[in-house]
């Protein structure tokens, strides 16, 4: 075992829910960790309904970049599988999850990628949220034993390289592609936008 892979267990081990920690704690780890993730589609859907059309660019730069970053994630999977904390016999482990390559944390991609994308396209306060809450949710990941610190450190990396060659080429599709979805929008939700339900 190589010298960052000992401190990797060990700081998961610091990390972890122990059998003396309070249940309190871990269903509310539970919840942070299974749920907080709708946060993010939900924001960027408030943005699109109700946002202005540059907001709607981000909206879907921001997606954009996230499904990048994912399939790089897959990739990763595919060429090193790095078992979770409880396939080899580590910690405790609170909630169930499949048995698959533990590194990078899709959670904490997509939010570090939602939140940096929407930061650096001027949604300081927005990004800066989702950001929060992907800490929160690399927390209790890593305490309820699905995750290693690393995976969410390798997280944030494939966030910011998806977003480094990502931004390039979305700079020369960015107004027809938001112009194309802003007409299928308004195509397709008509009635409510003309009731004022939604934003044109």
Known sequence: ?????????????????EE?????????????????IYLVPLVLIGL?????SVQRTGVIKSGVNSLC????NQLIGLVWKHPRPFMIDLGHTWMSHAPDSSFPSDHATVFACVG???LFDGAALLGTCILSAGFFVAWARVFLGLHFPLDIVGAVGVASAAIFVAS???GFVASPTTKLLEKLYHLLLRRPIEAGWIRY
Not at 48 to 52: A, E, H, R
């Open 168 to 170: 390039p080429i979305w």
């Open 48 to 52: 699109w309904l109700w946002g202005s």
């Open 116 to 118: 940096m994308s929407l």
């Open 69 to 72: 970053a994912l399939g790089m």
């Open 20 to 36: 003396s920690s309070p249940r309190w704690l871990i269903d509310l780890a539970i919840g942070i960790g299974d749920d907080l």
């Open 1 to 17: 075992m190589n010298e960052i892979e000992v401190l990797n267990r060990g700081a998961f081990l610091r990390l972890n829910g």
